[in-house]
């Protein structure tokens, strides 16, 4: 029994994982890398939190670019940073899924009239030794899904960022044109009311100018609100707070680029790297694994070894003079006569095509994510074109046109009320028309965020493979 230990003990340790120097985040640094070019640290010590801070006070400098806010959400976001730490925690399972079973020391001592009896026995769990190597095949499996899903939280959050950061520059663009219009009011409700002192006009039409002055104005609080809120939203993804919310965007949105990309296959693309996908492959397989163990353990959920040394003193009492050495083992087996492994059989085969189904379920709704994805990313640049090359200019020429006769009295013979009235009305479609010009524009930004997403890590995150339950173990 003690040779059977010690030479089994170097196979043993030999088959135990190792923490890895840096817990696992080379694959997720890497699998970002490759994505979206960034570089992601997790940050551990003093040292790394200082660097990181450095280089964040750095890129919050002058107004950040687009790639610039995206690195300074890799590298400030708290809530990134704990995903990283599941990853470690997840690591430390696995090394621990590695290790065989400590094993039991049992002591007895029995004392009475003349004689003392001591037993030891060495206990191994004998059953966990056998499946020790699949179970770490298990556990490895679980460590690289763990790896994906720290990639996926990396590239979710980075496609975040780059949402928040188009709403917060359109908003603001928004506010800059309202703010512009009510100026134009202001100045329209002076005039107005100076005609009115010098018993010119009606209140008709000071009414009207005040009207519309004052939609202007709560039009241009609502746009302000509206940026304060998508401000905010920009800067919990960039994990800023204190003098940092002073960060200072753009003045205005990207411009259309002269051309889209060639159409590419994206169907294709998707299922290649999409990372939901691959969290759920490995899923299928650690439940496979998982389902062949339940299955090869089935009778048997308890098999114990014990290496016995017991030590009886001398008796005076029998006449024995001499101690008496015993040695010898036993087996401690669980008989399967009630519960014979069918119920965890078939809950293990059951989690096991549950995350089938899922997996290909996921399939179909990652091809379909990605075609109405580039759809959209097609059609809001055509339609962000359409505003700008054709829509805005034949605005611009009616505006100048109402403008030319009301301002030279072109339409006195029908009033000026009338006159007043078309020019209230132009303005109100102009901005009407810039408005939803510039939210062309953002769609189109936002579309091109989204056809990312749905190409690496999809529309939402991939909590359905998660399995249903743990995985059935054992015992």
């Not at 005076?316 to 040695?327: E, F, H, V, Y």
Request: glycine share 6%.
């Amino acid at each position: 029994m003690r040779h059977l230990v010690f030479l089994a003990l170097p196979a043993l340790l030999a088959g135990c994982a190792q923490f890895s120097a840096d817990g696992g985040m080379g694959d997720v640094a890497s699998g970002v890398r490759q994505e979206i070019g960034k570089d992601v640290v997790k940050i551990a010590s003093d040292e790394q939190a200082a660097r990181a801070r450095e280089q964040v006070t750095t890129l919050l400098a002058g107004p950040l670019s687009a790639e610039q806010a995206v690195q300074v959400a890799l590298l400030n976001n708290r809530t990134l940073q704990a995903a990283y730490n599941d990853l470690g925690i997840s690591e430390a399972a696995y090394v621990q899924a590695s290790l065989p079973p400590n094993p039991g020391l049992s002591l007895l001592r029995v004392a009475g009239t003349g004689v003392a009896n001591f037993e030891v026995r060495l206990i191994e769990d004998i059953l966990n030794l056998i499946t020790l190597p699949r179970r770490t095949a298990i556990a490895a499996e679980r460590f690289g899904q763990a790896r994906y899903r720290a990639i996926g939280a990396t590239l979710r959050l980075a496609a975040d960022t780059r949402r928040a950061y188009v709403r917060a520059i359109a908003s603001r663009q928004q506010v800059g044109f309202l703010e512009q219009t009510l100026a134009t009011a202001d100045a329209a409700a002076r005039l107005i009311a100076g005609i009115g002192e010098a018993g010119g006009g009606d209140q008709l039409d000071q009414a009207e100018i005040a009207a519309f002055r004052a939609e202007m104005g709560a039009r241009v609080a609502q746009a302000k609100l509206r940026a304060h809120h998508d401000h905010e939203a920009l800067a919990r993804l960039l994990g800023l707070a204190g003098a940092d919310l002073a960060f200072t965007l753009p003045a205005e949105l990207p411009p259309l680029p002269p051309a889209l990309d060639s159409p590419v296959e994206v169907e294709a693309e998707a299922i290649k790297r999409r990372v939901d996908l691959e969290i759920a492959r490995r899923e299928v397989t650690a439940l496979a694994k998982s389902l062949s163990l339940t299955e090869a353990t089935r009778y048997v959920s308890m098999l114990q070894l014990s290496g016995i040394f017991s030590n009886e003193s001398a008796n005076p009492l029998t006449n024995t003079d001499t101690a008496i050495n015993r040695g010898g083992a036993q087996i401690d087996l669980q008989i399967p006569i009630f519960d014979t492994g069918e119920a965890r059989t078939r809950t293990a085969r059951e989690t096991y095509m549950r995350a089938l189904n899922l997996l290909a379920g996921r399939a179909v709704d990652a091809r379909s994510e990605a075609r109405i994805a580039y759809v959209t990313y097609r059609a809001t640049y055509d339609i962000a074109l359409s505003w700008r090359d054709r829509v805005l200019p034949l605005r611009q020429i009616v505006s100048k046109e109402i403008m030319l006769r009301y301002n030279t009295g072109a339409l006195a013979g029908e009033g000026l009320r009338v006159d007043l009235f078309k020019y209230l009305a132009d303005t109100r479609v102009r901005i009407a028309a810039n408005a939803a010009s510039l939210d062309a524009r953002r769609d189109f930004l936002l579309a091109v965020a989204d056809l990312q997403a749905a190409l690496t890590i999809g529309v939402e995150p991939p909590n359905s493979v998660e399995p249903a339950s743990p995985s059935p173990s054992m015992r």
